[in-house]
């Protein structure tokens, strides 16, 4: 849509027709918002945010009409040299639109084509690993840093503290994960003490390992930025290379060109382009010596005041690697798919169904009071995460009220129906226990038993997800302040997030990649299953030790578990012995 004052009747037919299209033919397709024509809005000091005050000032505006968008993104297409003219203005809507893209693209199905799946679908982060290579004082922890925007790699001039083994940092770009690993010092260097054998088999090792499992993804090798190429950068090169082509062969590699702060112009438009003139000076060279790259980034990693002090210098520098990066660090490979069996419970009010619908990105699920369902009432939902298939049972769970006669009996008859749903697709993965953030209840302890204890038998991992915490500061200090007393009231969880699913929070997002995450942990999680008799005869137990209400004995248990748990009868007569004789024991 163009970025005009107000929003009009020809954007919402537009949308509305659109919508319509999109529900009849791929309903599961999301829909993002990319506001055009902004450039008139555009403030040299904050490029992206003066574009983004275009959707605060309409955004309740697409909400009175009915318009609803899973993303957006408030740009100009113009180049920097049109009017407005503005350096880095291009760069910055290029990336936001691959952000949005990245986002909430839906996944390919492996023959290319778009998948299908039931409801919706759930992409979550992949990881990409890049390497950090080259000799010893280059500035491969700085670069990291610069990257990650923190200071977590340890950067020194120090020639006696130099990264003497592996470690990684994660840069976290949306739905990608881009892992920096930090590498000893290949070969003697300008600085530091680790000996050249050292760092050679961290190295090899390093990839080797990475090699056997999700990939190398880029190899972005540092060199110094000096007058000429050196023996020794062609050195460490000549080895870099030859350890890729024997353990990771098809892992592109990169130049990264540092401390070349001198060969910034402070009074150039363009800084990046200043410092790319070692690579226009160098070039020749490089090709003699068959030192060869699929990209390159002449930078510094200093900050904006040192000298020659140049404002904004340091953030060029990092979108140059960052798009480096992005540009080319390989796809990660793909992995065989998997099936992730979910029992999403709780008890009414907490949440469940806007879970669902957080972690599907739009309305799937009705959210609505569920206290009018009955115990163990299952509805299913399918997303997709990378390579796994999310099943998830969003389950009712024990209320406080039932205890009478009618809700026990209609207890009894979905356990069976859930008994023999999962028992078809080959069992649980998990539960994610959903409650709300406030003091612990004898019907979230009871419920608690009734799924990990009686359903899971003690052998499904369990994980907590804490909903309603939109007002805490950071959503995280709720369970540092109630993890002991749930562990005292007899609730263990394996994991656990924080969030709040009020759509529009400013929490929102971050709720949903903390969801994610906690699903990602169990990706490879088997399945807890049991012969389906013997499951149901312990359920059935279960819940009615639970409740406090006996079951039928004899005849009249096998008679009731035909007619109200509609069991074929030589079922029903296997079933009732099962009981029996638990309860005998």
């Known amino acids: 849509m163009r970025g005009i004052a107000r929003i009009t009747r020809g954007m919402r037919q537009t949308y509305e027709a659109v919508l319509r299209i999109r529900d009849q033919v791929s309903p599961q397709i999301p829909v993002v918002a990319v506001i055009t024509e902004l450039e008139k809005r555009c403030d040299e000091a904050n490029v992206v945010s003066s574009m983004e005050e275009w959707w605060t000032g309409n955004e309740s505006v697409l909400a009175a009409f009915g318009m609803s968008f899973c993303g957006h993104a408030c740009l100009t297409t113009l180049p920097d040299d049109c009017h407005p003219q503005m350096s880095g203005r291009h760069a910055e809507c290029q990336r936001l639109a691959r952000n949005l893209l990245i986002d909430h693209s839906l996944p390919l199905s492996p023959r290319g084509g778009s998948m299908r799946m039931t409801n919706t679908s759930l992409s979550?982060?992949?990881?990409?690993?890049?390497?950090?290579?080259?000799?010893?004082?280059?500035?491969?922890?700085?670069?990291?840093?610069?990257?990650?925007?923190?200071?977590?790699?340890?950067?020194?001039?120090?020639?006696?503290?130099?990264?003497?083994?592996?470690?990684?940092?994660?840069?976290?770009?949306?739905?990608?994960?881009?892992?920096?690993w930090d590498t000893p010092g290949l070969g003697r260097g300008p600085s530091g003490s680790t000996s050249s054998k050292h760092a050679f088999n961290a190295l090899r090792s390093l990839l080797t390992e990475?090699?056997?499992?999700?990939?190398?993804?880029?190899?972005?090798?540092?060199?110094?930025?000096?007058?000429?190429?050196?023996?020794?950068?062609?050195?460490?090169?000549?080895?870099?290379?030859a350890l890729r082509d024997r353990v990771s062969p098809d892992t592109p590699l990169v130049a990264v060109i540092t401390e070349l702060e001198r060969k910034s112009n402070a009074g150039a438009r363009d800084v990046l382009a200043g410092m790319d003139q070692w690579w226009h000076a160098n070039a020749g060279d490089l090709s003699d010596l068959c030192m060869t790259f699929t990209g390159h980034a002449c930078i510094t990693t200093l900050a904006d005041d040192a000298h020659p002090a140049i404002p904004g210098r340091r953030d060029d520098c990092q979108r140059l690697v960052r798009d480096l990066i992005i540009d080319h660090a390989l796809t990660p490979r793909s992995v065989p798919a998997q099936d992730l069996h979910v029992i999403l419970f709780g008890e009414s009010g907490v949440g469940k169904s806007s879970l669902v619908n957080l972690l599907a990105g739009?309305?799937?699920?009705?959210?609505?009071?569920?206290?009018?369902?009955?115990?163990?009432?299952?509805?299913?939902?399918?997303?997709?995460?990378?390579?796994?298939?999310?099943?998830?049972?969003?389950?009712?769970?024990?209320?406080?009220?039932?205890?009478?006669?009618?809700?026990?009996?209609?207890?009894?008859?979905?356990?069976?129906?859930?008994?023999?749903?999962?028992?078809?697709?080959?069992?649980?993965s998990l539960f994610l226990f959903c409650v709300r953030g406030n003091r612990v209840t004898t019907t979230m302890q009871s419920n608690y038993r009734l799924f990990y204890e009686v359903l899971g038998?003690?052998?499904?991992?369990?994980?907590?997800?804490?909903?309603?915490?939109?007002?805490?500061?950071?959503?995280?200090?709720?369970?540092?302040?109630?993890?002991?007393?749930?562990?005292?009231?007899?609730?263990?969880?394996?994991?656990?997030?924080?969030?709040?699913?009020?759509?529009?929070?400013?929490?929102?997002?971050?709720?949903?990649?903390?969801?994610?995450?906690?699903?990602?942990?169990?990706?490879?999680?088997?399945k807890f299953s049991m012969p389906s008799e013997t499951w149901l005869s312990r359920v059935l137990s279960g819940l009615s030790a639970l409740l406090g209400l006996g079951l039928p004995k004899g005849k009249d248990l096998t008679r009731f578990l035909t007619k109200r748990c509609h069991l074929e009868p030589d079922v029903a007569q296997r079933v009732a012995a099962c009981i029996e004789a638990t309860t005998d024991t």
């Not at 993804?217 to 290379?241: E, N, P, W």
Request: proline content about 1%.
């Open 362 to 428: 739009w309305h799937v699920a009705e959210v609505s009071p569920d206290s009018v369902a009955c115990t163990l009432t299952a509805t299913e939902y399918q997303f997709q995460l990378g390579a796994t298939t999310i099943r998830l049972w969003d389950t009712v769970g024990l209320e406080e009220p039932e205890s009478g006669t009618s809700g026990y009996v209609g207890a009894i008859e979905r356990a069976t129906e859930l008994v023999q749903r999962l028992s078809a697709s080959g069992g649980i």
């Open 457 to 526: 038998n003690k052998k499904v991992p369990i994980a907590l997800a804490v909903t309603h915490l939109e007002r805490e500061r950071v959503m995280e200090a709720w369970w540092e302040r109630n993890a002991r007393t749930l562990e005292q009231s007899g609730i263990r969880v394996g994991g656990h997030a924080c969030i709040t699913t009020l759509e529009g929070h400013a929490k929102y997002l971050e709720s949903r990649h903390a969801v994610q995450e906690l699903l990602w942990q169990y990706a490879e999680q088997g």
């Open 124 to 180: 979550l982060k992949l990881t990409r690993n890049i390497v950090v290579v080259g000799e010893t004082g280059v500035g491969k922890s700085s670069i990291i840093n610069l990257v990650v925007g923190t200071d977590s790699a340890v950067a020194t001039s120090d020639a006696g503290a130099v990264t003497v083994g592996t470690s990684y940092h994660d840069w976290d770009l949306l739905q990608t994960t881009f892992r920096l």
């Open 210 to 241: 990475l090699g056997r499992g999700a990939g190398v993804h880029l190899l972005i090798v540092c060199f110094r930025g000096g007058r000429r190429v050196t023996k020794s950068m062609k050195q460490t090169y000549d080895a870099i290379l």
